[in-house]
C-alpha cells in the first residue's frame, strides 16, 4: 500500500507557473506507474499526465501538452508536475495517483491509490 500527499497547489496568474510535488510512502515507489488528474467544477475529473513505471514513458492531455511536464525523483520517493503558461481553464483541484500497472492509463479508475488533492487557482 501507497499514501500520497500533495503539495505546491496555489495562485498564479496566467502566464506564470507552479510546480506540484507528490510524495509517496513506502520502498517500492518505483514499482508504481504515477498520474496527475484534476477536476474543475461542474467537470468530471480529467486525466493531465502519466508516468510509467518500467519502460518509463510519459503521457499528456492534449490541453496541458507542450506546457507540463511529469517528472519523478525515486530517491526521495516524489513525483513532480512542472505546469508552465498556466491559463485560466487550468484551475482545478490537482490529485496525485498510483498504480502498480506497467502500462499508461488515461482513466482514474484504473488508478488504485490517490492523494487528498491541492488546488490551482489561475487568474487571467
Known amino acids: 500500500q501507497v499514501q500520497l500527499v500533495e503539495s505546491g497547489g496555489g495562485l498564479a496568474q496566467a502566464g506564470g507557473s507552479l510546480r506540484l510535488s507528490c510524495a509517496a510512502s513506502?520502498?517500492?515507489?518505483?514499482?508504481?506507474?504515477m498520474a496527475w488528474f484534476r477536476h474543475a467544477p461542474g467537470k468530471e475529473r480529467e486525466f493531465v499526465a502519466s508516468?510509467?513505471?518500467?519502460?518509463?514513458?510519459?503521457y499528456f492531455a492534449d490541453s496541458v501538452k507542450g506546457r507540463f511536464t511529469i517528472s519523478r525523483d525515486n530517491t526521495k520517493n516524489t513525483v513532480y508536475l512542472q505546469m508552465n503558461s498556466l491559463k485560466p481553464e487550468d484551475t482545478a483541484v490537482y490529485y496525485c495517483?498510483?498504480?502498480?500497472?506497467?502500462?499508461?492509463?488515461?482513466?482514474?479508475?484504473?488508478?488504485?491509490?490517490w492523494g487528498q488533492g491541492t488546488q490551482v487557482t489561475v487568474s487571467s
Open positions: 513506502g520502498h517500492t515507489f518505483s514499482s508504481y506507474t
Open positions: 508516468l510509467t513505471r518500467i519502460p518509463s514513458s510519459t
Open positions: 495517483a498510483a498504480d502498480q500497472r506497467y502500462g499508461n492509463s488515461w482513466s482514474w479508475r484504473d488508478y488504485r491509490y
